[in-house]
C-alpha cells in the first residue's frame, strides 16, 4: 500500500487550492466534495507508485 507520508504531504501542498476551488461549489457539498477529491489523490498516487500506469508507447498500443 502506498505510503501514508506521501499521500499526507501531497494533501498538504494541495489542500490550499481544493480549499480555493470547492468555494464555488454550495456549502451543503463542500465537505464531501473535498473528501472525494482528497481520497482520488491518494489512489491516484497509490497507482502511479504501484507502477499500473502505462507507459507513454504502452498506452499507444492499447488505444489504436
Sequence with gaps: MINQ?????VL???DLKIKKSINSIPKKYQEEVEQ????????SLYRVNKGD???FFDFLKKNN
Design 5 to 9: 507520508d506521501l499521500c499526507l504531504f
Design 12 to 14: 498538504e501542498k494541495v
Design 36 to 43: 472525494d477529491l482528497k481520497e482520488k489523490i491518494c489512489n
Design 53 to 55: 500506469t502505462p507507459g
